[in-house]
Each structure stands twice: as structure tokens, then as C-alpha cells.
């Protein structure tokens, strides 16, 4: 089945620096990754996603990258802010909206210093 | 729009009891997913349901795991017997499907099991 590595762990940036979280993925079928945030007590909440016939996809202060031959995919933040401050994971699948669920990484806490 | 709704929120028990959760998925969302987040770790898949058919239960533990979705709306997860390491947030998620591939998570039930 599918696996995903998610580094760093935990990562410290002072607040209006920039934020980078990679993926590694196995299965060379997966055509869809979202980034969930996970904030204390709460379910985790989708904030970008990007499907393997996209390069790069972008939202305000998040974009994501994706390279389909590494089997790999990165978060960007940039101008972080405190409200930044969560647990973020990347995850991936073949379908989510058919038979395949999502397969998560183990989550980078982002640490966002005044 | 409501979210997806789970109870209970917290679930405190003894080894070998057994325990259920809840779920009331986003109106109309025909796709509905277990999982179990343990402490430090991202959301793993025990099963997923399309209207009140099984999907996938690969990683269910069957022996002791079971979930039911009547009437392809609401579902319940049961534990019985709980062993120590089911300690974990089990969380509840829903989707439609289609073009907008996204997950809505529960907040989740914290788990513990003594």
C-alpha cells in the first residue's frame, strides 16, 4: 500500500518567514495530495490540494509543489503568521472520491515565533 | 452549512470494556470515513463507506472493530473488547462525490482505554 514520509517533525520560523514542509509518496498511482491543518481539540481542516496534472498550485500565502518523477511534494507558506501555528499534514491518494481513502504523513508542528 | 458531528467527545474506559462512537456526517455527503489518530501520528483509515455499503476495511481489526452506516446516513464505530494501544482520537470524516474531492473532518472522540 501507499506510505508517506513528512519532514521536518517540528519547525521553528519567526513570524513573516517563510515555511517549507516536504512529502515523499511510494505508490506512483497516486494522483492526489491535500494538506490538512490540525489545530489542538480540532479535526483536521483541508487547505490546499494539488492533482498530479498540476505542477504547482497556489492560494494567497500557501502554494504547493508537486514533482510526480521524485515522488515528492511541498508545502509553502510565506509572511507566516501566529494564527500559522498547527499541525500540518500532507497526505495522498489514488481516489479519494472512489475506493481509495487517504493515506496520511505523520504531521510537522509548525511553531510560529514573535 | 453544518459540519460532521461526533459524539461523544471524550470516552475514558477500562481494558476489555467496550465502547462506541458516533457520526453524523455533512447533509447529503454520500462518503463517509473512520479514522484512528493515535498520539503524534496522522490519521490511519479503518474503513470507509459509500451510502451504507463497505468501501474498504482493510485496516479494520476485525476481531475486536466493528462499524455499521444504516440507512446511509449515520454511523457508529464499536470497540469490544478495548485493548490499551486502541487508546487514540478516532475521528469521523465525510465527502461527495465528484469533482470536489475534499474530506470534511469531526472533531473527533479522545479515547482512552485504562
Known amino acids: 500500500g501507499e506510505n508517506v514520509e513528512q519532514h521536518p517533525s517540528t519547525l521553528s520560523v519567526q513570524e513573516g518567514d517563510s515555511a517549507v514542509i516536504k512529502c515523499t509518496y511510494s505508490?506512483?498511482?497516486?494522483?492526489?495530495f491535500p494538506w490538512y491543518k490540525q489545530e489542538l481539540g480540532k479535526g483536521p481542516q483541508l487547505i490546499i490540494d494539488?492533482?498530479?496534472?498540476?505542477g504547482e498550485k497556489k492560494d494567497q500565502r500557501i502554494a504547493v509543489t508537486l514533482n510526480k518523477t521524485a515522488k515528492h511534494f511541498s508545502l509553502h507558506i510565506t509572511e507566516t503568521q501566529p494564527e500559522d501555528s498547527a499541525v500540518y499534514f500532507c497526505?495522498?491518494?489514488?481516489?479519494?472520491?472512489?475506493?481509495?481513502?487517504?493515506?496520511f504523513g505523520k504531521g510537522t508542528h509548525l511553531i510560529i515565533q514573535p | 452549512e453544518a459540519g460532521v458531528a461526533q459524539s461523544p467527545r471524550y470516552k475514558i474506559i477500562e481494558k476489555r470494556q467496550s465502547v462506541a462512537f458516533w457520526c453524523n456526517p455533512i447533509?447529503?455527503?454520500?462518503?463517509l470515513y473512520w479514522y484512528q489518530q493515535i498520539l503524534g501520528q496522522g490519521p490511519k483509515l479503518l474503513i470507509q463507506?459509500?451510502?451504507?455499503?463497505?468501501?474498504?476495511d482493510s485496516q479494520l481489526p476485525k476481531d475486536r472493530f466493528s462499524a455499521e452506516r444504516l440507512k446511509g446516513v449515520d454511523s457508529t464505530l464499536k470497540i469490544q473488547p478495548a485493548k490499551l494501544e486502541d487508546s487514540a482520537v478516532y475521528l469521523c470524516?465525510?465527502?461527495?462525490?465528484?469533482?470536489?474531492?475534499?474530506?470534511?473532518f469531526g472533531p473527533g472522540t479522545r479515547l482512552t482505554v485504562l
Open positions: 470524516a465525510s465527502s461527495t462525490r465528484g469533482l470536489a474531492y475534499e474530506q470534511f
Open positions: 505508490d506512483s498511482a497516486s494522483n492526489y
Open positions: 494539488i492533482r498530479s496534472n498540476v
Open positions: 497526505a495522498a491518494s489514488i481516489d479519494p472520491g472512489g475506493a481509495d481513502g487517504l493515506t
Open positions: 447533509s447529503g455527503h454520500a462518503t
Open positions: 463507506f459509500q451510502n451504507n455499503g463497505v468501501v474498504d
